[in-house]
Antibody, heavy 116, light 112 residues
Framework: EVQLVQSGAEVKKPGESLKISCKGS????????IGWVRQMPGKGLEWMGI????????RYSPSFQGQVTISADKSISTAYLQWSSLKASDTAMYYC?????????WGQGTLVTVSS | QSALTQPASVSGSPGQSITISCTGT?????????VSWYQQYPGEAPKLMIY???NRPSGVSNRFSGSKSGNTASLTISGLQAEDEADFYC????????????FGGGTKLTVL
């Protein structure tokens, strides 16, 4: 069974750093793109970026370029999304998602709350 | 990247059929048969309902169907049920960005 399991909810202060994770299982982790999707409270889905764990090819949406870093450790089938300096506007639910011809599997989401 | 255009809301009564549209351009919806649809309940992750315009994943009710004409894709839900009330998002392959995929803005379906 394909599963994407994300790390738990986080509460952080502005300016702090954060790295959240997404562990894949039940399939060849290196053979599919993994993407990160942001959903701000009451809003729609936004692609942040994607990574191909097989060769670490990483692409960012212009809106998120320079704001976050996406990485993957194929030895443990885990993708990451990290911030070096969080802002209150980063408060959102973040989903990882496996992409083939569509997004066929989603993680359960990681809620990130940034508040002073 | 520009989102695909969906109506903000649609509604229907139980047993009726409704259609949600998703309008793009020749660089995404109109140019490729890689349109997908997702259902999202509050507090839950999205779920794939339709891929490659009209294909249903295993386990998805045949009350859900997809189609495409020109630059507009559509999701039709027949025999509307109370449990169908959710947010729906379309997505398409696109050549307009380096990610190769774009979402619609989402549609809130209300079952009256």
């Amino acid at each position: 069974e394909v599963q994407l399991v994300q790390s738990g909810a986080e509460v952080k202060k502005p300016g702090e750093s954060l790295k959240i994770s997404c562990k894949g299982s039940g399939y060849s982790f290196t053979s599919y793109w993994i993407g990160w999707v942001r959903q701000m409270p009451g809003k729609g889905l936004e692609w942040m970026g994607i990574i191909y764990p097989g060769d670490s090819d990483t692409r960012y949406s212009p809106s998120f370029q320079g704001q976050v870093t996406i990485s993957a450790d194929k030895s443990i089938s885990t993708a990451y999304l990290q911030w070096s300096s969080l802002k209150a506007s980063d408060t959102a639910m973040y989903y990882c998602a496996r992409r083939s011809v569509a997004v066929d599997y989603w993680g359960q989401g990681t809620l990130v709350t940034v508040s002073s | 990247q520009s989102a695909l255009t969906q109506p903000a809301s649609v509604s229907g009564s139980p047993g009726q059929s409704i259609t949600i549209s998703c309008t793009g351009t020749s660089s995404d919806v109109g140019g490729y048969n890689y349109v997908s649809w997702y259902q999202q309940y509050p507090g839950e992750a999205p779920k794939l309902m339709i891929y490659e315009v009209s294909n249903r994943p295993s386990g998805v009710s045949n009350r859900f169907s997809g189609s495409k004409s020109g630059n507009t894709a559509s999701l039709t839900i027949s025999g509307l049920q109370a449990e169908d009330e959710a947010d729906f998002y379309c997505s398409s392959y696109t050549t307009n960005n380096t990610l190769g995929m774009v979402f619609g803005g989402g549609t809130k379906l209300t079952v009256l």
